[in-house]
């Protein structure tokens, strides 16, 4: 400290040493030997790249913070609209609506008037037919479909026509459906398609994949600092037996509607 006064007080009258000769200025300050000033720098330099980096990787964590919490908010929202549909749709429409319509023939028999003195005809009997009534679903009815089949994605589980038919018969006793098969004809014809996993194209830049990518990353660079032993596995292998090979996808006109009190 005396040398820094001594060295500030001799340059009352002008600089003693250029002013752009930092390293001799520092060295005749200090009292110390040109190497000694050399190090000092080259320590100070790392200081600040050490802040540097220090600070980028803060905004980067804060920066994913925000993305993982909007992506969980965004979740969030759509799972309450999902809910308040279904609300909706049992308020305004009674059970009993979404029953089907049943044709058959005694219908049309009992409502027309059969003289008695008259032979009648026998009606004709269709061939091949199974003897089960036909079912008709209502649009209420289809909405309820689409619903729980969103329903299923958001929880993660694989859309299945067995998982779905089990929870259309528990969530709605009147639900005229009771057979996998007839559930299957069902969804082909409004618009759900039984396809290929390896077919189906996933959007690599959706923010699902974005927050994992990051996440995944933040990970590793922080066992690669601690000096961890990483090993890697082959995915195909790792999961070949939790990978569905053929799933239902909804397309086109099978979305969930919007707008109105429909689903």
Not at 45 to 67: A, G, M, V
Not at 237 to 247: G, S
Request: aromatic fraction near 6%; proline fraction near 4%.
């Amino acid at each position: 400290m005396f040398h820094i006064i001594n060295f500030v007080e001799s340059e009352k009258n002008g600089p003693v040493i250029p002013l752009y000769n930092v390293t001799d200025r520092l060295v005749k300050m200090l009292d110390i030997s040109e190497k000694s000033v050399r190090r000092l720098k080259q320590e100070l330099h790392q200081l600040k790249e050490k802040e540097t980096n220090e600070k980028q990787r803060q905004e980067t964590n804060q920066q994913q913070q925000q993305e993982t919490i909007e992506q969980q908010q965004q979740e969030m929202k759509e799972q309450g609209e999902t809910e308040a549909n279904v609300r909706v749709l049992r308020r305004s429409n009674p059970p009993a609506k979404i029953c089907c319509r049943l044709h058959t023939a005694s219908a049309f028999s009992s409502s027309s008037k059969i003289d008695p003195s008259i032979p009648q005809a026998l009606p004709p009997q269709k061939k091949r037919h199974s003897g089960h009534r036909k079912i008709i679903l209502s649009e209420q009815g289809k909405d309820l479909i689409r619903v729980e089949f969103h329903k299923l994605i958001q929880e993660k589980v694989y859309p299945t026509s067995e998982k779905l038919l089990k929870r259309l018969n528990e969530q709605y006793e009147d639900f005229p459906i009771r057979s996998a098969s007839t559930l299957r004809k069902e969804m082909k014809s409004i618009g759900f398609i039984y396809q290929r996993t390896s077919k189906i194209k996933i959007p690599l830049d959706s923010q699902a994949f974005v927050a994992a990518r990051a996440k995944y990353f933040q990970a590793l660079e922080e066992l690669r600092e601690a000096n961890v032993h990483l090993y890697y596995h082959d995915g195909t292998w790792l999961n070949l037996r939790e990978v569905k090979r053929l799933i239902w996808t909804l397309e086109g006109k099978g979305e969930i509607k919007k707008g109105g009190g429909n689903v």
